[in-house]
C-alpha cells in the first residue's frame, strides 16, 4: 500500500447527532484512511472527498469535551506507525530516510503503544514527526525535545480548528489543508502562515536501545482537542 501521494482530506460539516468529534476521530483512526472515509460517510459528511498528502477532518457547531488523560502519550510509550504496510509497528529510526524523506509522505503520522502492548489510537496521542538537518542548530526551546538523531515530534492537531495537519510541504513545513495553517519544524512548529494562533505541541522523544522512538516526558504543552 502506497501512503505517498495517496490520503484522505474531508470536511465534515454536520456530524451526526451524538457522535462527537472526538469519538468520530478514534473510530478513524482506529480503521485507518480507508475507516476515515467510512465514518465520514455514516456520519453525512465527506461529500467531497479529494486525494491529497493527509486526512483532514473539520467538525462545526460542536461542543469541546475534555480528554481523558490516557489518551495522551505517556513515559516509556513507543511510537508506532499509523498509517501503511507497518501501521501498528514501532518504528526503528535506522529505517527512517534523512530529512528530505519526509516531505509529502503520510507514513510519518504516528501513535503510540504503552510499554503492555496498549495501542493509543485516539487525537490526543496522533504525533506527526519530522527530521532536521544533521548540522542543524537545535534552538535552546526545542532542546531535550529532539533525540540525537535530529527526530522530532509534534500533536498532528492543528491548533486553528483541531483538523489533522496532513504532511510536509516542499519547504520542509508542516501544513494543515484545511485553512492553510503552515509551522516550521525547526522552530518548535511556531505558525508561519495561515490562522494558527498556537504552536503545535511538542513531545520529548529518545530512541531506546532497540533503536525505537520512544516517550521520555510530556507535551510542553497538551494540544487544544
Known sequence: ?????????????????????????????????????KVAQAAGGASNIQPGIGVNVQFADEEESDVDPAEFPAVGDVLIYMVGEKRGEPIIVADLPDAEGFVDHAAFWTNV????????????STLILARLEPDFEIPRNMQGYVTEEGI?????????????????????LISCACHGSVY??????????????YALSMLPIKSNEEGQLVVKGNFNVNPTL
Open 184 to 197: 516550521d519544524p525547526k522552530a518548535a512548529a511556531e505558525p508561519v502562515d495561515g490562522p494558527a494562533p
Open 1 to 37: 500500500m502506497k501512503e505517498t501521494k495517496e490520503t484522505l482530506d474531508c470536511e465534515l460539516k454536520q456530524p451526526k447527532k451524538g457522535l462527537s468529534r472526538r469519538d468520530m476521530l478514534k473510530q478513524a483512526l482506529a480503521t485507518g484512511v480507508v475507516g476515515l472515509m
Open 152 to 172: 522530532v515530534a509534534y500533536s498532528a492537531i492543528c491548533t486553528h480548528f483541531h483538523c489533522m495537519v496532513d504532511r510536509i510541504n516542499e519547504h520542509g
Open 113 to 124: 503503544m504503552s510499554p503492555d502492548g496498549t495501542k493509543k489510537q485516539t487525537p490526543a
